[in-house]
């Protein structure tokens, strides 16, 4: 019966976290980095601020670098920090190009830059024995001053008993790390636009994403 429960409301809220159903239809650059993905989560949330101000986030993220912006203490325990993530802009992690290698944890992992449109869409790939996962970003505004800030977490893993209990272990730490992550990125970015001159209005700098802001 419980198994039941988590199975379906449960599991399924967790894969689908802030989403409607347009972002879940949509098509992301970074979904060609995995063809017949086994596994697949999405989660969103609504920035008060237009992507100017996320970018800059997205792009100093790793170890040793800006951080991840979620729960620091548990990222620290596990090795994938070493100082709490930045709360500024740091300038010397803001130049990134597809091929490039961003640092993961203190056990040397790194994550390879597939797609960057900068502004747009941030795409990250990691393979090890048969396991492959691409975590992306898309920033998709929804006028002026709100953007629709949009993970998707997509994973081929080999088809056997070890490997599936493994990913339904960490489905409910990956859900709480990444939701804490797009609040941390959140409340940067509109700490950044609020500190903006009163009179800087944002350019429009993408076009308009056709959906319903939720969250």
């Known amino acids: 019966m419980v198994a039941g429960i988590y199975w379906f409301p449960v599991r399924r809220w967790f894969s689908r976290w802030g989403t409607t159903p347009e972002e879940r239809a949509r098509v992301m650059p970074g979904d060609a980095l995995i063809p017949g993905p086994t596994e697949m989560s999405m989660q969103a949330v609504t920035v008060n601020a237009p992507p ?127 939701q804490r992550f797009l609040l941390g990125v959140k409340e940067r970015a509109e700490a950044l636009r609020a500190s903006a001159p009163a009179q800087d209005v944002p350019p429009r700098t993408a076009p308009t994403a056709g959906v319903r802001a939720t969250g």
């Open 52 to 178: 100017a101000d996320i970018w800059p986030w997205l792009v100093q993220i790793g170890y040793q670098r800006g951080g991840l912006y979620s729960y620091d203490w548990l990222d620290r325990l596990f090795g994938f920090l070493d100082r709490p993530s930045a709360i500024r802009i740091l300038p010397e992690f803001q130049q990134l190009a597809v091929g490039d290698k961003i640092p993961w944890d203190r056990r040397g992992t790194e994550l390879t830059v597939g797609v960057l449109e900068p502004l747009r869409a941030l795409a990250l790939s990691y393979q090890v024995r048969g396991f492959v996962w691409v975590w992306q970003f898309g920033l998709y505004p929804l006028d002026e001053r709100r953007t629709r800030f949009v993970t998707r977490g997509t994973e081929r893993v080999p088809n056997t008993p070890l490997w599936w209990l493994g990913m339904r272990v960490m489905e409910p730490a990956s859900f709480i790390m990444t």
